[in-house]
C-alpha cells in the first residue's frame, strides 16, 4: 500500500514569491497533519486537520501561511510572499483517525528553498 | 511549557556496540512520549512509545526505550548496533490533556563505524 507522499519533493522560489506544497495521505486516514522541520532541529507543528476542516492551526507562523484540505483526503499548504525563514522541510502526516492521531505516518517531505 | 532536551547533537558508536540515546522531557504530568527515527530521504518512522504501563518499552528494530519518571527521561537503547541504524533520532512528547501536539527534540544523529 502506498504511504504518504508530498509533491514536490524540492521547491526553489524566490522571496516574495507564492508557493504551493501538496500532501497525499494514506488512502483512508482522516487525520492530516503538517510540521516544517528546519535546518538542524525537530519538527515543529503547523497544523492539524481532521476530515476537511482544521481542527488545530495554531502552530502557523503567521497569516503568510495557510492550509486546506476540501475534499478530506489531499491537503495543500499555501506559502505567501515567501521569505527566506520560510527555508525548511516541510513534512506532512497522516492517521487513521482522531483516537489515533499519535500513530502518525510521515511523508519523505518537501524541502523548499527562498533565495 | 512542554519541552523535549536531547543532549546529544551527535553520537558515534562502533557496530555491534550497544547504544543509549538520551532524552529529557519537561511536563506537567506524565505525557505520551515517543521516538522516531529518519533516514537521509526518508520520511520520520515511528520506533516506540509509550503512553502507559510497563515502562520499559519495546519497539521496532530491535530499539527498547525506559521511562524514568523520577528523572524526566525517555532513553532509547539497542543492545547490539547495525551500520543500518545510522540516521537522526527524534525523541517527542504528546500532551495527554486536550489536543494532540507533539513536541520534538532537536534530534541526535547516530553514527556507525566499522
Known amino acids: 500500500g502506498a504511504g504518504v507522499s508530498q509533491t514536490p519533493s524540492n521547491k526553489v522560489t524566490e522571496k516574495g514569491k507564492y508557493v504551493e506544497l501538496r500532501c497525499d495521505p494514506i488512502?483512508?486516514?482522516?487525520?492530516l497533519y503538517w510540521y516544517r522541520q528546519s535546518l538542524g532541529q525537530g519538527p515543529e507543528f503547523l497544523i492539524y486537520f481532521q476530515g476537511t476542516g482544521a481542527a488545530d492551526d495554531s502552530g502557523l507562523p503567521n497569516d503568510r501561511f495557510f492550509a486546506v484540505r476540501p475534499e478530506g483526503s489531499v491537503s495543500t499548504l499555501k506559502i505567501q510572499r515567501t521569505e527566506r525563514g520560510d527555508s525548511a522541510v516541510y513534512l506532512c502526516a497522516s492517521s487513521r483517525d482522531r483516537g489515533s492521531h499519535y500513530e502518525q505516518y510521515f511523508g519523505p517531505g518537501t524541502r523548499l528553498t527562498v533565495t | 511549557a512542554q519541552s523535549v532536551t536531547q543532549p546529544d547533537i551527535h553520537i558515534t558508536v562502533s557496530e555491534g556496540a550497544s547504544l543509549e540515546l538520551r532524552c529529557n522531557y519537561s511536563?506537567?504530568?506524565?505525557?505520551?512520549l515517543f521516538w522516531y527515527v529518519q533516514s537521509p530521504g526518508q520520511g520520520l518512522q515511528l520506533l516506540l512509545k509509550?503512553?502507559?504501563?510497563?515502562?520499559l518499552v519495546q519497539g521496532i528494530k530491535g530499539f527498547e526505550a525506559e521511562f524514568k519518571r523520577s528523572q524526566s527521561s525517555f532513553n532509547l537503547r539497542k543492545p547490539s548496533v547495525h551500520w543500518s541504524d545510522a540516521a537522526e533520532y527524534f525523541c517527542a512528547v504528546g500532551s495527554r490533556t486536550g489536543g494532540f501536539k507533539t513536541i520534538f527534540g532537536a534530534g541526535t544523529r547516530l553514527f556507525v563505524k566499522a
Open positions: 511536563y506537567g504530568a506524565t505525557p505520551y
Open positions: 509509550y503512553f502507559s504501563g510497563d515502562t
Open positions: 488512502s483512508g486516514h482522516t487525520a
